[in-house]
């Protein structure tokens, strides 16, 4: 099991504001990054951070940490936004990174 | 805009080697880390290791006895060599740039991904 948790499945209404959290003891001292990953296409970077952000990334994707605990925002989420969701960070040693398990968006 | 061109074998044998090529076209070379993940069909990413232009490398603990990890500044490339491999190691193969701002870092860009299959 990954040292990082994430719920595997979320679902959000289309405009809606959702969630994804990523827990994990490193996180208390390490920065997490989020990916996003259709079907069949390698994962994309998506926000490191607050709101640091790659050009073509909307400003809808926002990020934050508190704690154990590393979260990705998506705020009036669109149809496009359906897909999974790592996030990636150092494991409990530090020496090493580590993945989150993933987590399914869907939008109804 | 970096790019980065991956390829290597797609279909092995249970004990033969995994050898996957990342080029990387379009931006500096020296001073990033370069890193290899992977995923299972179905599953999520794994980070196997990554390794610097210096010839540092770092490995996940898990594969780190069988994995190798190497940067040709000469070419702007790095590989990856798995050893011993087993039908658990049937994935598609990621490569990736380390980038890093401060206590932040991140994978990007990644290349298109090759399906490894044993």
């Known amino acids: 099991s990954s040292e990082l948790t994430q719920d595997p499945a979320v679902s959000v209404a289309l405009g809606q504001a959702v969630r994804i959290t990523c827990r994990g003891d490193?996180?208390?001292?390490?920065?997490a990054s989020w990916y996003q990953q259709k079907p069949g296409q390698a994962p994309v970077f998506v926000i490191y951070?607050?709101?640091n952000r790659p050009s073509g990334i909307p400003d809808r994707f926002s990020g934050s940490s508190s704690g154990d605990t590393a979260s990705l925002t998506i705020t009036g989420v669109q149809a496009e936004d359906e897909a999974d969701y790592y996030c990636?960070?150092?494991?409990?040693?530090?020496?090493?990174?580590?993945f989150g398990g993933g987590t399914k968006l869907t939008v109804l | 805009q970096v790019q980065l061109q991956q390829w290597g074998a797609g279909l092995l044998k249970a004990s033969e080697t995994l050898s996957l090529t990342c080029a990387v076209y379009?931006?500096?070379?020296?001073?990033?880390?370069w890193t290899w993940i992977r995923q299972p069909p179905g599953k999520g990413l794994e980070w196997i290791g990554e390794?610097?232009?210096?010839?540092?490398?770092n490995y996940n603990p898990s594969l780190k006895s069988r994995v190798s990890i190497s940067v040709d500044t000469s070419k702007n490339q790095f590989s990856l060599k798995l050893s011993s491999v087993t039908a658990a190691d049937t994935a598609v193969y990621f490569c990736?740039?380390?980038?890093?701002?401060?206590?932040?870092?991140?994978?990007?860009?990644w290349g298109q991904g090759t399906l490894v299959t044993v």
């Open positions: 990736a740039r380390v980038c890093s701002s401060g206590w932040y870092n991140w994978f990007d860009p």
């Open positions: 379009g931006g500096s070379f020296s001073g990033y880390d």
């Open positions: 390794g610097h232009h210096s010839g540092s490398t």
């Open positions: 490193s996180l208390r001292t390490y920065f």
């Open positions: 951070g607050e709101n």
């Open positions: 990636n960070s150092r494991d409990s040693t530090g020496n090493h990174r580590v």
